[in-house]
């Protein structure tokens, strides 16, 4: 039987997987600091035999030593660089987001980031990754957490406010115009849970849902046309904040993202 997680796996084998986030890792190293490196190496160790992995964000705060905050931006950089994917989980029995599924992804346009590549090159480049199959990967390290330096170095710096996030995320719709009211939906969701005493604080929270219900939203545009954006993330949202917020309940939802509609915006 085949297992689920190969359903989303981007490669055929093992040593392809590893190669390329090697490759991911020369390619964008200025752009990526050593927690990062950590991340991404615990999604490879975690894919190893499935090529995916099916991963809480509690489990890898706990086997990195790090904090939620700090996990999530980590991961949310991997995914602006094209390292990894983020798959949002559907629990087969109870409805809701479950944890979240992780894929390494090929090397996009690999001609664009090196320079003069010859057959003699690539003769030496299959000669490397032989070797390499035979060494620990990334570093010699065993512990992950030896990955992980206390202070950031400097690197190239992503949109760090939400508002950018997004609008970089509709950029791939080809229409990123319409950003402030995407932002104006969070705004006014986030705030009306935010009011009671029991959400206090969760600031950072609240604008993470937003940027993962605002991936799920521009990955929903690439499989169908949708006629109202704003209303399918406004949906979609309510939905995320719902399930992350009252989960332990065991709420199961009857209505699908799909029919999820809001005339309002």
């Known amino acids: 039987m085949t297992h689920y997680l190969f359903n989303y796996a981007k490669f055929n084998t093992k040593a392809e997987m590893d190669a390329a986030a090697r490759q991911h890792t020369d390619i964008h190293w200025n752009a990526m600091n050593k927690t990062d490196r950590a991340v991404l190496e615990m999604i490879r160790c975690y894919s190893v035999k499935y090529l995916a992995a099916h991963l809480k964000h509690e489990t890898i705060e706990k086997k990195l030593g790090l904090s939620n905050s700090t996990v999530r931006r980590a991961i949310r950089k991997l995914e602006l660089l094209e390292i990894i994917g983020r798959i949002h989980y559907v629990r087969p029995v109870m409805s809701g987001l479950g944890a979240n599924i992780y894929v390494i992804l090929p090397v996009r346009d690999q001609g664009k980031t090196t320079t003069g590549a010859n057959p003699k090159d690539a003769d030496e480049n299959k000669v490397s990754e032989t070797k390499s199959k035979k060494e620990p990967f990334f570093y010699k390290s065993k512990n992950l957490k030896d990955l992980i330096k206390t202070s950031q170095p400097a690197a190239e710096e992503l949109s760090t406010?939400?508002?950018?996030?997004?609008?970089?995320?509709?950029?791939?719709?080809?229409?990123?115009?319409?950003?402030?009211?995407?932002?104006?939906?969070?705004?006014?969701?986030?705030?009306?849970?935010?009011?009671?005493?029991?959400?206090?604080?969760?600031?950072?929270?609240?604008?993470?849902?937003?940027?993962?219900?605002?991936?799920?939203?521009?990955?929903?545009?690439?499989?169908?046309?949708?006629?109202?954006?704003?209303?399918?993330?406004?949906?979609?949202?309510?939905?995320?904040?719902?399930d992350a917020l009252f989960k332990d309940s065991y709420q199961e939802f009857s209505v699908s993202v799909d029919d999820f509609y809001c005339p309002g915006y």
């Open 161 to 242: 406010t939400l508002f950018g996030k997004m609008k970089y995320l509709l950029s791939f719709t080809g229409d990123n115009s319409k950003a402030r009211k995407f932002f104006g939906i969070h705004k006014a969701l986030s705030g009306q849970m935010l009011k009671f005493d029991i959400h206090k604080g969760k600031e950072e929270l609240f604008e993470d849902l937003a940027y993962q219900a605002m991936h799920i939203t521009v990955m929903a545009t690439k499989k169908k046309k949708i006629r109202n954006l704003p209303g399918y993330f406004s949906g979609v949202l309510r939905e995320v904040i719902c």
